[in-house]
T-cell receptor, first 113, second 117 residues
Framework: DTEVTQTPKHLVMGMTNKKSLKCEQHMGHRAMYWYKQKAKKPPELMFVYSYEKLSINESVPSRFSPECPNSSLLNLHLHALQPEDSALYLC????????????FGSGTRLTVV | QKEVEQNSGPLSVPEGAIASLNCTYSDRGSQSFFWYRQYSGKSPELIMFIYSNGDKEDGRFTAQLNKASQYVSLLIRDSQPSDSATYLCAVNPARRYSGGGADGLTFGKGTHLIIQP
């Protein structure tokens, strides 16, 4: 299994809603990442989990809350989002070494209304 | 100065020709370098990674790294219309490297490549 699976593929939510994005990998990777990508822009790193511990938070607003229940799962909890948070949210994983390629999931297209 | 710079294009190349994509980076201590292909509306797909000076070949793709010049390139030989996409250069910067821990990637803005039939 060489895939990173993200659900849901599409999500529309209101500004008062609470929702969660899910990411799963079974490659034995010990590092998992959340990226945000706006249209015609490159992916921007949000969070890094290494061995199930949060190692990097790129100054992301608290309305985004990551969680890593185990080494295969990564969640992103969303609350009180703004329309400008609408974007493609990408999960990625890698072996916990700087030189090994990152594998991206297919992403969740989020629209905040 | 932006950390990873690419010409946004579009770069138009005739089918069958060599497409040359370039990237420069500012962090001299950067450890590893990646090329991703992204089709519109899809997630990035890893094409090549390189971390030693010189060339690395994989099929029609060749990545070239020159750390002294802080320059990475991707050559696509025998370009096909299906190669039309945005190509993202990504760098694993030294400033985040934590001696064995995981690091995120910093991406350039991408080069939009069009292969003309």
């Amino acid at each position: 299994d060489t895939e990173v699976t993200q659900t849901p593929k599409h999500l529309v939510m209101g500004m008062t809603n609470k929702k969660s994005l899910k990411c799963e990998q079974h490659m034995g990777h010990r590092a998992m990442y959340w990226y945000k990508q706006k249209a015609k822009k490159p992916p921007e790193l949000m969070f890094v989990y290494s061995y199930e511990k949060l190692s990097i938070n790129e100054s992301v607003p608290s309305r985004f809350s990551p969680e890593c229940p185990n080494s295969s799962l990564l969640n992103l909890h969303l609350h009180a989002l703004q329309p400008e948070d609408s974007a493609l949210y990408l999960c990625a994983s890698s072996q916990d070494r700087r030189n090994y390629g990152y594998t991206f999931g297919s992403g969740t297209r989020l629209t905040v209304v | 100065q932006k950390e990873v710079e690419q010409n946004s294009g579009p770069l138009s190349v005739p089918e069958g020709a060599i497409a040359s994509l370039n990237c420069t980076y500012s962090d001299r201590g950067s450890q590893s370098f990646f090329w991703y292909r992204q089709y519109s509306g899809k997630s990035p797909e890893l094409i090549m990674f390189i971390y030693s000076n010189g060339d690395k070949e994989d099929g029609r793709f060749t990545a070239q790294l020159n750390k002294a010049s802080q320059y990475v390139s991707l050559l696509i030989r025998d370009s096909q219309p299906s190669d039309s996409a945005t190509y993202l250069c990504a760098v694993n910067p030294a400033r985040r490297y934590s001696g064995g821990g995981a690091d995120g990637l910093t991406f350039g803005k991408g080069t939009h490549l069009i292969i003309q039939p």
